[in-house]
C-alpha cells in the first residue's frame, strides 16, 4: 500500500520540505509516503475564492488514482487519537488499496473533494498553516506505523 499526500501549495520553507521527508523516510518499504505538491491558484485582492477553490479542488480530484481511497483534511472531519489512527492505518494496509490524502489550499477543500472522500480527517480543533499539516501528518502516520509495527518510537500509555 502507498500513502500519498496531495496538497495544494508548493515552494515550502525548507522547514516542512525537511519534515515531511524525515518522516517519510521512515516509512517502511511496503507503506511508502509520498508527498505530491499541486500548484495553488494565483490569488488577488479581488479573486472569487469559491471559484479558486473549485478550481484547486479539480486539481487535486485528477491528481488521485483510480481506486485509490480517498481521506479528506478537514476541520469539520472525525479526530482520531494516535492508538485510533494507528487502526485506521492497519484497515487501509488491509484493503488493498493505496490512499490519497487530501490537503486544500487556504480556502480549504471544494465540495468535490468532500464529496469524493470516504473518510475525512480533522487533525484538530486548532488551525494550523498548511505547511504545519504536512509535518503533523507525516509524523502522524509513521507513528500510527511504530504502533503497528511495536517500534519503540511510539511511547504512549
Known sequence: MRIQLLAIGSKMPGWVNEGT???ASRMPPHCPL???EIAAEKRTKNSDLQ???QLEG???LAAVPSGDLVVALDVRGRQWPTEELARQLDKWMMSGRDVSLLVGGPEGLSQGCLQRAEQSWSL???TFPH???RVIVSEQLFRAW???A???YHRGD
Open 21 to 23: 521527508q524525515e518522516y
Open 58 to 60: 479539480e486539481k487535486l
Open 34 to 36: 509520498l508527498i505530491r
Open 150 to 152: 511495536n517500534h519503540p
Open 146 to 148: 511504530s504502533i503497528l
Open 51 to 53: 471559484r479558486i477553490r
Open 124 to 126: 484538530s480543533l486548532l
Open 131 to 133: 505547511p504545519l499539516v
